[in-house]
């Protein structure tokens, strides 16, 4: 827990600002998570997911700081959180299902993960595999609600996420002629992209008295 690794381009030591750029990039984190708060307001499901999204930004600060096992498990772990409990919400509030139902497709998200990363962990190692599964998961739901705002705001957040994954891997490809590397990228736009869904969901909420929240047909 304690161990000290070299996991991204920019860290050339062990020292703790060894990866200047990608610790500060994760204030984008944080500064989009200040921007929605306002916007989640009567919104209890809303303002924790904003809480997750700042604490996504502290987490990732440590482990490109201290680059320890325990700092991992801080960046790690709030992500995790967040993808769980949007998946809780989309599946209640904006598939309609009811409260259990959404709690099954939550804890089904991790067979669902483990699955993706056995199928396809040979050509995206480590975590990428379970973020490249999430991309997956958002275009489904996206592709099931596109006729709604809903749909359509899923299916932009899906593909800034692949965007953004894409710079995440890119990073020691990059390292030879770009030092920094570019996993400060996926800082950045998952910061806009983690604020967006936020947005998405708050639009959707106050919406859905006036609005279905399926397709018909």
């Known amino acids: 827990m304690f161990e000290q690794i070299i996991a ?57 700081t201290h680059a320890t096992g325990w700092a991992g498990l801080a960046d790690m772990l709030p ?48 975590a990428n595999a379970l973020y490249a599964s999430v991309v997956v998961l958002i275009l489904i739901y996206g592709l099931w609600l596109r006729r709604s705002a809903t749909g359509r705001g899923l299916l932009i957040g899906a593909a800034v996420l692949s965007v953004s994954l894409g710079f995440r891997m890119a990073d020691g490809a990059v390292c030879p002629s770009f030092p920094i590397g570019s996993h400060f990228m996926w800082h950045i736009l998952n910061g806009i992209m983690l604020g967006w869904m936020i947005l998405v969901y708050c639009r959707h909420m106050r919406a859905a008295p006036l609005a279905p ?3 018909s047909g």
């Open 8 to 64: 991204y381009c920019e860290r050339t030591d062990f020292s703790y600002w060894s990866e200047p750029v990608n610790a500060f990039t994760n204030a984008a984190f944080v500064l989009a998570a200040l921007y929605v708060w306002p916007k989640t307001r009567g919104l209890p499901l809303g303002r924790v997911l904003t809480i997750l999204l700042a604490t996504i930004g502290v987490g990732s600060f440590l482990w490109h």
């Open 79 to 126: 992500i995790l959180l967040f993808i769980l409990l949007y998946v809780f919400a989309a599946t209640r509030d904006f598939l309609g299902a009811s409260a259990v139902i959404a709690g099954g497709v939550t804890v089904a998200f991790f067979p669902y993960a483990f699955g993706f990363r056995a199928l396809f962990g040979g050509v995206l190692p480590g």
């Open 213 to 215: 929240r399926a397709p």
